[in-house]
């Protein structure tokens, strides 16, 4: 069901433009992608495009997305119980473009998501249940 479509950029010239800084010449091609029913532009795996969308399920049936942009920040989208997509919500930060996971922890009381930084640090975002989501921090 996922539509892609391969665009490869120099990681490096993305990186500088996100962060304004001048690109190094060590940086690796990076893979564009978008999901077929969500939409969207999204930075995933060339190796493997399927990497680079995380998904949770919440209990009432709702399916959440999280990607990380061609802007370098987390954006998030996901179903209503009803039928719908919500629009795109950017969770915002500049995320290493380069290892585009993001990682999920649910538990019975919130789910967390953490993804690595430009900085090299992981970043955490958690959500209570019920409840908004929390800021970005790192430990």
Known sequence: ???RFKGLL???AVAGAIAGVAPTAQAAPITV???GIFG???ICDQADPNHGETWWNLADGTRQLFVIGTDGAVWTRWTYPGGGLS???NFGGKWALDTPY???SP???SVTISV???DGRRWYKTRPIPGPWGDWVTV
Do not use: E, L, R, Y
């Open 107 to 109: 538990s019975p009381t």
């Open 116 to 118: 690595m930084g430009v």
């Open 1 to 3: 069901m996922k539509n």
């Open 10 to 12: 120099v990681a490096a």
């Open 87 to 89: 629009s795109w919500q």
């Open 40 to 42: 969207g532009a999204f």
């Open 102 to 104: 993001i990682a999920i």
């Open 33 to 35: 992608c978008t999901d």
